[in-house]
């Protein structure tokens, strides 16, 4: 996979690394392609942007050019998860299958073009490698051209 420039326009760096974590939680968020489905869900805790109160979704992450992702998937759906997280960008990455741990992380809505193509044409790809039948099958990256798409870093503990 390659890796992201680490740059914004605005001067501020973008944290993909993962070097920070125990090495079990690092292995647990770089999944491969041959990952099932289930292993790509977890749930986020984010604050609602009309009630301001917590929120525990269930959503797909997905690991792509280097960095971490959670996306909404095909479709053009109005997404909570999405408009609670541009609203409060700081949220909790709940590993909920298999590995389990609480990370603190930040979401940043993915606007770059270039960006979003890159990484929805390799998460497409990942997709749909023919390694676990019966899971989700996007077969066209144009059906996930609108997809919601937040780019995440997760915080050091302090």
Same mark, same amino acid.
């Given at each position: ?97 298999? &590995?389990? +741990? =609480? *990370?603190?992380?930040?979401?940043? /809505?993915? $606007?770059?073009?270039?960006? #979003?193509?890159?990484?929805? %044409?390799? &998460?497409? +790809? =990942? *997709?749909?490698?023919?390694?676990? /039948?019966? $899971?989700?099958?996007?077969? #066209?990256?144009?059906?996930? %051209? ?13």
């Amino acid at each position: 996979m390659s890796t992201p420039d680490t740059t914004r326009s605005n001067g501020s760096a973008r944290d993909a690394s993962l070097s920070h974590l125990p090495n079990h939680i690092r292995r647990a968020i770089e999944i491969t392609p041959a990952a099932r489905t289930r292993e790509r869900i977890i749930d986020i805790t984010t604050f609602g942007r009309r009630t301001g109160r917590a929120r525990r979704i269930e959503i797909f992450f997905y690991r792509a050019a280097g960095a971490t992702y959670l996306c909404s998937g095909a479709g053009r759906a109005a997404t909570d998860w999405h408009a609670n997280l541009v609203a409060n960008p700081d949220f909790t990455f709940h590993l909920k299958n298999g &590995i389990r +741990a =609480d *990370l603190p992380a930040r979401a940043t /809505p993915v $606007t770059d073009p270039a960006e #979003r193509q890159a990484v929805l %044409a390799e &998460i497409v +790809a =990942d *997709l749909n490698q023919p390694h676990d /039948p019966g $899971t989700i099958r996007p077969t #066209r990256l144009e059906d996930w %051209a609108d997809s919601r798409l937040m780019r995440v870093s997760f915080h050091h503990r302090q």
